[in-house]
């Protein structure tokens, strides 16, 4: 299943201040190619006095299982301390709001998928 979401954007247009509505058409390319993302990291914008941020940091990345060929691969893991290291693929600053409308559009998404693919 495909869901496009687009919204449309208004401005003001000056100097007359009388709102412009405009949709946004997506590349037709949007697809094409993938990049593979299996961590997430989210983070607050900064703070400003006693306010709540209103950007979110959204930073996906991939971390490719280890490849363990005998023991000694594996013990060399653990001695560095374990850890999967995440290779950035993205780093985006979006408003609060629209974080939400993200949140609740793939809520739908995901609610009209058939569980188990």
Known sequence: M???HTRQVSTEQPPAGTPVAMNVKWDRHALQPATVANQLLIVDGLRYGDNQSEQVYLVLG?????LFVNSADFASFQNDGGALPVEVKGTFVIERGRAVEWWKALGVHLGQMKEGG
């Open 2 to 4: 495909l869901t496009w």
């Open 62 to 66: 991939h971390a490719a299982p280890p």
